[in-house]
T-cell receptor, first 114, second 111 residues
Framework: AQSVTQLDSHVSVSEGTPVLLRCNYSSSYSPSLFWYVQHPNKGLQLLLKYTSAATLVKGINGFEAEFKKSETSFHLTKPSAHMSDAAEYFCVVSDLTATDKLIFGTGTRLQVFP | DAGVTQSPTHLIKTRGQQVTLRCSPKSGHDTVSWYQQALGQGPQFIFQYYEEEERQRGNFPDRFSGHQFPNYSSELNVNALLLGDSALYLC??????????FGPGTRLTVT
């Protein structure tokens, strides 16, 4: 069965410093992996997705993630945090059934200080 | 092009009551999935509808049921509400099994 583990429930950074949100996955097959962001009182927005093409995936708003099969990791990074990046981030794996249902991690709350 | 829309935005119900939540998919999408997001948790898959039939169901009791209409919109019904049903209910639409787009959710509070 597919699953993801987000290693940090909270991450705090200063504006302008790098962001690292960590995610490990478990999958019997080559997984489809995603990062979603959820701002307060808003729906989920797709940041980026990995579907077995390039291992370094670029997303929106300057975010990127690297798929590392040897480490079963899919960490999300951004070189320079902005105040507007403060939100909840979810690492997600797609179930490999016909529905491709999404299996979410527990989330990482990113705080950005001025 | 309107994205995924959900109604109502907020809802307060009493234990034992029944509730219906509604979702209109993004234009061109034919598949609707429902997720429950409890406070401080990641969303959990409830079920998915395609061609007006439930295609897959997550680990939720039969109190949770749904429907998809010919125009692809969908309803989520919850009977005999429990306090633990309080959550944000998210609808996601897609074309077949491709990328899912989420609506803003319905916040259900059960008192």
């Amino acid at each position: 069965a597919q699953s993801v583990t987000q290693l940090d429930s909270h991450v705090s950074v200063s504006e302008g410093t790098p962001v690292l949100l960590r995610c490990n996955y478990s999958s019997s097959y080559s997984p489809s992996l995603f990062w979603y962001v959820q701002h307060p009182n808003k729906g989920l927005q797709l940041l980026l997705k990995y579907t077995s093409a390039a291992t370094l995936v670029k997303g929106i708003n300057g975010f990127e993630a690297e798929f590392k099969k040897s480490e079963t990791s899919f960490h999300l990074t951004k070189p320079s945090a902005h105040m507007s990046d403060a939100a909840e981030y979810f690492c997600v794996v797609s179930d490999l059934t016909a529905t491709d249902k999404l299996i979410f991690g527990t989330g990482t709350r990113l705080q950005v200080f001025p | 092009d309107a994205g995924v829309t959900q109604s109502p935005t907020h809802l307060i119900k009493t234990r034992g009551q029944q509730v219906t939540l509604r979702c209109s998919p993004k234009s061109g999408h034919d598949t609707v999935s429902w997720y429950q997001q409890a406070l401080g948790q990641g969303p959990q898959f409830i079920f998915q509808y395609y061609e007006e039939e439930e295609r897959q169901r997550g680990n939720f009791p039969d109190r949770f049921s749904g429907h998809q209409f010919p125009n692809y919109s969908s309803e989520l019904n919850v009977n005999a509400l429990l306090l633990g049903d309080s959550a944000l209910y998210l609808c996601a639409s897609s074309f077949r099994q491709y990328e899912q787009y989420f609506g803003p959710g319905t916040r259900l509070t059960v008192t």
